[in-house]
């Protein structure tokens, strides 16, 4: 098996003894050394000492959540004797100082860990953590100059594995704190936005099939609209536009999912019930007409060649029902939509009682969400 292309090792390999012993050693020192830090944490000993253990320990097993909380008492204590910002007194100097290089230092630290384990949510939040008491305790252009870096980090993690969804969360985190203007008093709102979204754009030319790219994408539109001050002419354009992306990509692979669901995010705009969330609310019913029809015609087009793509069946359950409720009237035969789920039960066997409660449903006039999967 592979995770986003990297081949992953499966099942027991087998082991010499030599090797077995090796490797109770390993263990028999991982448990002394989780002992050690225990008792030292319990007798309050928080100390630089051990906050080098808990650095071990942690090298050794970056999941063991309750040793990252360990790490931020210890921290915590440290920085109670330096929670000051700069002054002229130079002692005071010196704390502030002595809290800035720990802060960097972890920082630093977590980096190894994150590139050896870039799905381990402890990781991501201690170096949250660490980000908001810097925000707490240091002066504003070293906490600007931090939260720079950590977007210029992040965009290198996702370079290595650009669908990781923690590091994708974590970006969204790092913007929305470069947004605050005590952070960036000269830059706006807008321009992280208008930045951000042509981002999503260039990692979904390097990789179609990126959920979480598409996902951000798609939480960005309603904000780019907004600021940019759209109005109706350019928020069609943009629809269109967004249209053309997702058909183009589709052609590409009509079997990835990830194309699929964004595909039907596209088609909420069509959909009434969804009006207040779409990024052209005030079509016409006319219009409406001419775009549920015509993405059915492509649609259509799609199976010369995709026979065997259930989500194309899906889609075309979906826009006619949605067609259906919005005007009274079927854009297709009945007899079209009952072929289509006929081929979903037998593309997707798994989930034949919802097929049928859906052939079910349309028969009986009910509306089948554009949102379903």
């Known amino acids: ?22 490797e109770l050693q390993k263990i028999q020192e ?45 921290l915590r204590h440290q920085f109670t004797l330096s929670d000051t910002l700069p002054s002229d007194n130079a002692e005071s100097n010196d704390a502030y100082d002595t809290a800035s290089q720990l802060i960097t230092t972890d920082l630093a630290f977590l980096i190894p860990l994150l590139r050896k384990f870039p799905k381990c949510y402890w990781i991501w939040n201690y170096r949250l953590w660490l980000l908001e008491e810097a925000t707490r305790l240091l002066q504003e252009s070293e906490v600007c100059r931090l939260w720079n870096e950590e977007l210029g980090l992040v965009g290198k993690m996702l370079s ?29 709102s807008q321009n992280m936005t208008e930045d951000e979204f042509k981002y999503t754009t260039r990692m979904i030319g390097s990789n179609l099939s990126n959920f979480s790219a598409w996902h951000n994408r798609s939480k960005l539109i309603p904000r780019l609209l907004k600021e ?20 183009t990509a ?46 059915l015609d492509y649609l259509l ?14 889609s075309l359950v979906q826009l006619s029902s949605m067609y259906e409720v919005a005007f009274g009237q079927r854009a297709v035969q009945a007899t079209d939509i009952e072929d289509w789920i006929g081929k979903l039960i037998e593309l997707d066997p798994l989930r034949r009682r919802r097929w049928n409660d859906l052939s079910r449903d349309i028969g009986s006039g009910s509306t089948f969400s554009a949102h379903s999967s």
């Open 1 to 22: 098996m592979a995770s986003h292309g990297v081949p992953r090792v499966t099942g027991e390999q087998p082991i010499s003894g030599q090797a077995r012993k090796k």
């Open 30 to 74: 991982y448990k002394e050394l989780v002992d050690i830090v225990d008792t030292k944490v319990q007798e309050r000993q928080y100390t630089r000492e051990v906050l080098q253990l808990t650095s071990k320990l942690l090298t050794l097993n970056p999941e063991y959540y309750t040793i990252w909380n360990y790490r931020r008492l210890i």
């Open 160 to 188: 290595l594995d650009s669908r990781n969804f923690l590091g994708w969360g974590y970006r969204r985190t790092v913007i929305a704190a470069l947004e605050r203007s005590r952070l960036n008093p000269n830059a706006t």
């Open 228 to 247: 940019r001050d759209a109005d109706n002419v350019a928020r069609k354009k943009f629809l269109d536009e967004e249209l053309e992306l997702i058909h």
């Open 250 to 295: 589709l052609y590409t692979d009509a079997s990835d999912q990830s194309l699929w669901f964004y595909h039907q995010n596209l088609m909420c705009n069509f959909d009434r019930k969804h009006t207040h969330e779409s990024m052209a609310p005030n079509l016409t019913a006319d219009e409406e007409r001419t775009y549920i029809t015509e993405e």
């Open 301 to 314: 087009d799609m199976l010369d060649g995709a026979l065997d793509c259930k989500w194309i069946y899906q």
